[in-house]
């Protein structure tokens, strides 16, 4: 079993910057990848970025490179998500995930283990 908690949501002005945080514990081996989705109200859940133990596989959803930063802590067993320029459409749960995998995917079926989701909410 994996737990996943995630912080750092919050009231953002469209403009500002987060950072959100997820905490993995329990049965975290090196062969897996930790990713972020997001879901808007009325939206499917999309991906946001993914990252590999070792942190040298990086993926982004096409549409927000250059504005969020994915990365990893291992000795806190913690992933992040840096979002900047952020714009009212950001606005979503942000949810962390895990597979047990070295394989990433932006779909979120094969991801294992979730996180409760924190609040991103964005004020033009």
């Known amino acids: 079993q994996v737990q996943l908690v995630e912080s750092g949501g919050g009231l953002v002005q469209a403009g500002g910057s987060l950072r959100l945080s997820c905490a993995a514990s329990?049965?975290?081996?090196?062969?897996?990848?930790m990713a972020w989705f997001r879901q808007a109200p009325g939206k499917e859940r999309e991906f946001v970025a993914a990252?590999?133990?070792?942190?040298?596989?990086?993926h982004y959803a096409e549409s927000l490179k250059g504005r969020f930063t994915i990365s990893r802590d291992n000795a806190k067993n913690t992933v992040y998500l840096g979002m900047n320029s952020l714009k009212p459409e950001d606005a979503a749960v942000y949810y962390c995930?895990?597979?047990?995998?070295?394989?990433?995917?932006?779909?979120?079926?094969?991801?294992?283990?979730w996180g409760q989701g924190t609040q991103v909410t964005v004020s033009s």
């Open positions: 995930a895990f597979r047990d995998s070295r394989l990433y995917s932006d779909y979120d079926g094969p991801y294992d283990y």
């Open positions: 329990g049965r975290t081996s090196s062969r897996h990848v």
């Open positions: 990252i590999t133990w070792s942190g040298y596989g990086i």
